[in-house]
């Protein structure tokens, strides 16, 4: 067995790490908060402390796991059995941070074994070890024999979070593919390896450039009526204007409900930045030319029948290259997730591929972020957080949105 110590920025930078020493068999024994660097308790850096492990001696194993088998299953499969013969292999710098767990002692007095904060060992964890191979084989024979981790809670937590079944098991299979059953023994700490299982599901799907990017000059926004698109357009000008220091302009086809131009036009005129309206689509060319002078434009659609299947397509119509530059699609978070599905299904024949969830602030069920970046391949860029313009609007980071959905919002 080959034990590495990891020094990240975030848990995503340890996996990508892990997999490139390791290999895809290694698994993670310990992740700890730590702080680094700093000068008398200023400047310190909070980074995380993991130590991950690989049992040489296994030949490869295919890295998707098989839908069907069960987290029980693949515990198993990761754990050195009793029978066999392991040699050991662990870096010099891992045996001096390793720490010891009396996993005997913890097992005989059914002692909670993770404390949430720091994830140390509550009950022994005595001195660092004389024989760290030795006592290394005796801790990973007292860990088969402890029980197999029960998940109901966390299953519990995420299903009143509305995240779908498939996407529960795939979080439970990750962190049983990945995390030693030790560390999966308490709902606690379930409940915090869960989270960065999430951050990482959610960090997957996003592309390098999650925001609008500096270089991007055409941005269309969609989505249902009410979500929050004209609110949410007027924040990103206004951070466009303000922030970024960048010549906006703004166009809506929006035509069709009263007022919805006047609203975008108080924005326009607030931010004193360009608003051209379109009202059919041989108009979009106009438009553009009408703001040649502007380097990021931000194109509000109208959002009526967005349940009919022919609604994108009508959309499309205003956008001769509708691959040019970003799409975004809108969903308020209030919405069902059934209901955010039918839309996603509709917008499946345009190239949408970043998301906005807007009106975090009403509601406490974040599942569906995770059920729509996921099944949709989208990439998480925005959050808004009440109808405050320009202020109420964050970047979606998957950390915090893994901490929405499992409590610590
Ligand atoms: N609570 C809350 N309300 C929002 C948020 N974003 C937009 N709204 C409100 O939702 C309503 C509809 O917004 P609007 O931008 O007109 O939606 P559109 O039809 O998609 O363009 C307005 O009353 C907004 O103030 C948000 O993040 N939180
Ligand atoms: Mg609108």
């Known amino acids: 067995m080959r034990v590495k ?44 402390e993991v130590i991950a492990a690989v049992d040489v001696n296994k030949g490869p194993v295919p890295s998707a796991q098989p839908q069907s088998s069960s987290p029980s299953d693949i515990i198993e499969e990761k754990r050195p059995k009793l029978t066999q013969k392991v040699s050991f292999q662990v870096d010099d710098e891992v045996k001096k941070e390793i720490p010891t767990y009396d996993l005997k002692s913890i097992v005989a007095k059914k002692s909670p074994i993770f404390t949430l904060e720091n994830q140390t060992v509550e009950a022994g964890g005595a001195s660092l070890p004389a024989e760290m191979p030795a006592r290394t084989r005796e801790n990973i024979a007292v860990v088969d024999s402890l029980p197999k981790p029960n998940f109901s809670s966390l299953r519990n937590k995420l299903r009143l979070q509305d995240v779908e079944d498939q996407w529960i098991e795939e979080v439970i299979q990750r962190m049983s593919a990945r995390y030693s059953g030790v560390l999966l023994q308490n709902d606690q700490s379930q409940i915090q390896h869960a989270k960065l299982v999430i951050e990482e599901m959610l960090t997957e799907r996003q592309s390098k450039q999650s925001l609008i990017a500096n270089d991007t000059r055409f941005v269309k926004f969609f989505g249902p009526t009410g979500v929050g698109k004209t609110t949410t357009i007027a924040k990103l000008a206004a951070e466009g204007v303000l922030k970024n220091k960048r ?39 106009t438009a553009l030319e009408n703001l040649s002078a502007c380097d990021l434009i931000l194109v509000d659609t109208a959002g009526r029948n967005y349940r009919k ?13 509708l691959s040019g530059g970003e799409n975004y699609i809108v969903l308020s978070l209030t919405a069902k997730n059934s209901d955010m599905v039918e839309i996603l299904e509709n917008f499946k024949c345009l190239p949408v591929e970043k998301v906005i969830f807007t009106k975090s602030d009403e509601t406490q069920t974040y599942g569906s972020i995770l059920n729509m970046v996921m099944r949709y391949h989208l990439s998480l860029s925005y959050l808004t957080t009440g109808q405050n313009v320009p202020d109420d609007i964050r970047v979606a980071v998957p950390s915090k949105v893994a901490n929405l959905i499992l409590g610590e919002g």
């Open 5 to 48: 110590r990891y020094v990240v920025d975030s848990m995503p930078d340890a996996l990508q790490r892990i997999k490139a020493d390791l290999g895809k068999d290694a698994i993670i024994l310990n992740t700890k908060n730590i702080k680094t660097g700093g000068f008398f308790g200023f400047f310190t850096r909070k980074q995380i």
């Open 247 to 285: 010549k906006v302009g703004l166009i809506t086809t929006d035509t069709y409900r009263i007022g919805a131009v006047d609203q975008l036009r108080t924005y326009s005129n607030i931010l004193n930045v360009p608003l051209e309206v379109v009202f059919q689509p041989g108009e979009m060319s």
């Open 309 to 321: 299947p022919d609604y994108a397509m009508e959309l499309a119509q205003y956008f001769p290259s």
